[in-house]
């Protein structure tokens, strides 16, 4: 079998190339991943060969999206078949040019029988049937919620960020432009859930807006989806294009699809701020900065809507942008101290015998190794195929709650091999990703000197004390409202009773982020005491 164009692959360690694909079958019937305007994709296996060694071969699950071109006869009434060849051209090309862990993983492509075949990076699902339920109707918590969505930013901005330089000075973005929640598909890893954007079919590439700021498009996009001025086929700029449909995807993943689409006609173009009356309305769900980055998104007016600089200036891209949830309250000097000392936290981690190891207090083993882990996961991440291996049984990670304690060491020497491997095998190759990452790290680290301990101590005694004013400030409200309270149940008038109603909810919410507080509060405070034994007992060790 010939896949046309085909580049090698590069898949779990393998340079490989495609030698066979097939649908799979269940009673003789295809089974269909999902069915969209262009075509159908469906569940499959390619059988990989690895160029190195022809011997050896590997069956890949994939998803294999397949595209009826229409025949020539018709393509002359409807132009249809020059759209789809323009479109999968296009969506070839995105796929080709952007390699991100967060963008679908194209293997190869081919045109036969009338139709058209990409051979894509199997996922568990899109955004409506994986996270919430088929109807759309358990909306998420909103930290998870946030963390999705920019995750979806950030890979938005990396699109934009993939310029094309078209003339000398007229440099091209890269725009989604029919971001919805069918399009954002989930793959389970090792930390949690990955996202991937797919369908590029209508992707476009635009003069930034710093150079010029309007463009004209075409109606295009998922109706629901869709930003009012592409409604109205205006005169628009493409990233506030995009940052409505990001805005319209976070209502759908704070208060569900269902709940979105019930109210869909608030979001239509006719009624000015009603959507955002809605929103509003919806107050006990979400935190004031969520609520603050829903109507900085959501502005009916592309003028007055967040635009890609706004939303990575906001309080909640600030607070979970770019870092794991768990760590978010961790100051970046903390996490850039942390990040400096890749070899020697591995090297530490390694040479623990099993007496030393015990001494360590628990939750700063599972504090740095969560760390470690990230960091590791970070840089599989930087290259897709090598990601794919250490994510193998052998070498997978469990989550937190599964980590075996005592394993810890061993598990983290075969991570340090398989770095040490990776060195080895491609030393040729310069413009490795991977390569210069593990220049940077294997540089020769220093030892935590006295004044970075100092400092890392001192980051985290601040985030103590700034949970502490929290912590406070939530244990005023709650003895404010149940004074409130007190009254209410004095009078026991009928007058009253909605009211108590409402103050009830409302001290359920202030309740439990006081929980949460105390929560951190307590955790950041075992490892306060933690560290600092910690760093005692290195010292000793030096
Ligand atoms: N790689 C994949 N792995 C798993 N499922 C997938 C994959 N690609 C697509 N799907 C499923 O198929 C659905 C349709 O895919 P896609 O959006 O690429 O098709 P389309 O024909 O271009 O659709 P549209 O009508 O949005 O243009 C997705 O919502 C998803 O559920």
């Not at 492509?109 to 009338?114: G, L, M, V």
């Not at 990776?422 to 220049?439: G, H, S």
């Not at 601040?462 to 004095?490: F, G, H, S």
């Not at 951190?520 to 490892?527: A, E, G, M, P, S």
Request: aromatic share 12%.
């Amino acid at each position: 079998m010939i896949i046309e164009n085909q580049k090698h692959l590069f898949y779990q360690g393998w340079f490989a190339k495609i030698i066979e694909v097939k649908v799979d079958k269940i009673n003789n019937q295809e089974v269909i991943l999902g069915q969209g305007g262009y075509g159908t994709v469906l569940r499959g296996k390619m059988k990989i060969e690895n160029i190195n060694n022809t011997k050896e071969t590997r069956e890949v699950p994939i998803a294999i999206k397949r595209i009826k071109l229409s025949p020539l006869k018709e393509k002359k009434s409807f132009g249809e078949n020059q759209l789809n060849m323009e479109s999968i051209k296009l969506e070839l090309s995105v796929y080709e040019q952007i390699k991100s862990k967060n963008i679908v993983q194209l293997y190869g492509s081919e045109q036969k029988d009338n139709h058209y075949y990409l051979y894509l990076e199997l996922c568990d699902g899109n955004l409506l049937n994986c996270i919430m339920d088929e109807n759309g109707d358990a909306p998420l918590k909103e930290e998870q919620a946030i963390r999705y969505f920019i995750k979806i930013f950030d890979t938005l901005q990396l699109l934009q960020k993939s310029t094309y330089e078209r003339t000398e000075n007229n440099k091209e973005s890269l725009y989604h432009r029919d971001i919805n929640v069918k399009n954002i598909l989930i793959k389970k890893c090792v930390i949690g859930y990955q996202i991937k954007l797919c369908d590029f079919g209508i992707a476009q590439y635009s003069v930034q807006p710093g150079n010029q700021n309007k463009n004209l498009i075409q109606e295009i996009g998922t109706p629901a989806f869709k930003s009012p001025e592409n409604f109205l086929n205006q005169l628009c700029d493409q990233e506030k294009n995009e940052t409505w449909s990001l805005g319209t995807v976070l209502v759908c993943l704070l208060f569900g699809y269902s709940s979105f689409m019930a109210n869909i006609q608030l979001f239509n173009i006719g009624n000015k701020d009603d959507h955002l009356k809605w929103i509003s309305r919806q107050k006990n769900l979400i935190s004031t900065e969520v609520q603050q980055l829903l109507f900085g998104l959501l502005q009916k007016e592309p003028k007055e809507r967040m635009g890609y600089k706004q939303i990575s200036e906001s309080q909640c891209y600030r607070l979970y942008g770019n870092y794991p949830p768990s760590r978010s309250l961790i100051p970046r000097g903390i996490q850039r101290l942390m990040y400096n000392n890749f070899e020697y936290l591995t090297q530490l981690f390694i040479n623990l015998n099993q007496n030393l190891y015990k001494q360590i207090p628990e939750d700063l083993l599972f504090f740095l190794f969560q760390h470690y882990k990230n960091l590791v996961h970070k840089q599989c991440q930087n290259y897709s195929g090598y990601y794919k291996s250490i994510d193998s049984t052998d070498l997978s990670l469990q989550t937190t709650s599964n980590i075996n304690y005592i394993g810890i060491p061993t598990l983290l020497q075969k991570y340090y091999q398989f770095f040490q491997n990776i060195q080895l095998e491609n030393e040729t190759q310069n413009d490795d990703q991977m390569i210069l990452f593990w220049r940077k790290f294997s540089q020769p680290n220093r030892r935590y000197q006295d004044s970075q301990r100092f400092c890392f101590l001192n980051n985290l005694f601040e985030v103590l004390d700034k949970l502490q004013v929290e912590q406070q400030a939530l244990e005023n409200q709650i003895l404010e409202l149940n004074k409130k309270k007190m009254l209410y149940l004095e009078k026991e008038e009928k007058l009253y009773s909605k009211k108590e109603e409402n103050l009830n909810k409302k001290l359920y919410v202030i309740e439990k982020l006081k929980e949460d507080k105390d929560d951190n509060f307590n955790k950041f405070n075992d490892l306060i005491s933690g560290l600092t034994q910690y760093f005692d007992w290195n010292k000793e060790k030096i």
